[in-house]
């Protein structure tokens, strides 16, 4: 049986489908610790090749410099689970594809791998394209790895959501 977070994607996924269609616009995503669902969850949706054009998964620190682009010493300085490296990552994207607009997600999923700084729950999500900018949001999420990541994916589509319906994106 689905869980509500599960049916809360593929709702969502659906209504930003038809966002997307309605104004013409293709996403590309970004993904590490949701390593690949957001992607996923998109192309769940009958129709999406219409609007979907490619996602990066891109979990080594080492594959998001590579494959997209992102800063080598952003990295190192404050670490893959950040806001500047989750936005490198949504800049990558639109470099890269002929994408219109990108999500992009990094984060502790756990169980381990949590600091003080950085607890496991922790996820940057950043949405954007080339005329607005980026929108990022850092999150604190509770529960098992599974939980983190679905979450991940369900409030990732939710902020591209925000940011495609409204003119200056809500944070």
């Known amino acids: 049986m689905a869980s509500y977070v599960e049916?809360?994607?593929h709702l969502i996924s659906k209504r930003v489908g038809a966002l997307l269609m309605e104004r013409g616009l293709i996403v590309g995503t970004a993904e590490s610790c949701t390593g690949g669902w957001v992607a996923q969850a998109i192309t769940a949706v009958p129709g999406s090749s219409a609007w979907?054009?490619?996602?990066?998964?891109?979990?080594?620190?080492?594959?998001?410099?590579d494959q997209l682009g992102v800063d080598s010493d952003s990295v190192d300085q404050f670490g893959a689970v950040s806001e500047i490296v989750v936005e490198s990552m949504v800049n990558g994207v639109l470099a890269k594809?002929?994408?219109?607009?990108?999500?992009?997600t990094s984060g502790?999923?756990?169980?381990?791998?949590?600091?003080?700084?950085?607890?496991?729950?922790?996820?940057?999500?950043?949405?954007?394209?080339?005329?607005?900018?980026?929108?990022?949001?850092?999150?604190?999420?509770?529960?098992g790895r599974e939980e983190v990541r679905l979450r991940s994916v369900a409030e990732s589509l939710r902020l591209l959501e925000a940011f495609?319906?409204?003119?200056k994106p809500q944070s």
């Open 164 to 167: 495609l319906t409204h003119d």
């Open 108 to 143: 502790v999923a756990g169980p381990g791998g949590g600091t003080i700084d950085k607890p496991v729950g922790t996820v940057w999500i950043s949405v954007g394209d080339a005329t607005k900018g980026v929108t990022t949001k850092k999150f604190l999420f509770t529960g």
């Open 97 to 104: 594809t002929t994408s219109d607009c990108a999500i992009a």
């Open 7 to 9: 049916i809360d994607i």
């Open 52 to 65: 979907f054009h490619s996602g990066f998964v891109t979990y080594s620190n080492q594959s998001k410099i």
